[in-house]
């Protein structure tokens, strides 16, 4: 079993910055590949980021790139979300996610359902 556990979620202002964590449970967590999604109020759930086991190849939704940063510290179990220049649009819930059967990730793991473990969720609040 595997526990995730996100934090950092808050209100901020146009144009600021947040940064979400995601804690595992787990001696494997080097082993997963990690994504994050977010789900607005009456929306479904979409995919924001996705990271390799070691960090070295990530994959972003179109929405988010070069605003939004997926890094990994692999020693502290965590993955964070950067998340800077955010716009009223970015205000959802925020859920990290684990692949604990692959490594190496890539596009396709913009499918939640390639993911077997999830988080409850930090909500993330931007006015305008």
């Known amino acids: 079993q595997v526990q995730l556990v996100e934090s950092g979620g808050g209100l901020v202002q146009a144009g600021g910055s947040l940064r979400l964590s995601c804690t595992a449970s787990?001696?494997?967590?080097?082993?997963?590949?990690m994504g994050w999604f977010r789900q607005a109020p009456g929306k479904e759930r979409e995919f924001v980021a996705t990271?390799?086991?070691?960090?070295?190849?990530?994959y972003y939704a179109d929405s988010v790139k070069g605003r939004f940063t997926i890094s990994r510290d692999n020693a502290k179990n965590t993955v964070y979300l950067q998340m800077n220049s955010l716009k009223s649009e970015d205000t959802a819930d925020y859920y990290c996610?684990?692949?604990?059967?692959?490594?190496?990730?890539?596009?396709?793991?913009?499918?939640?359902?390639?993911?077997?473990?999830w988080g409850q969720g930090t909500q993330v609040t931007v006015s305008s």
């Open positions: 787990g001696r494997t967590f080097s082993m997963y590949v």
């Open positions: 990271s390799n086991w070691d960090g070295s190849s990530t």
């Open positions: 996610a684990a692949d604990s059967r692959s490594m190496f990730g890539g596009s396709r793991w913009s499918d939640a359902r390639k993911y077997d473990y």
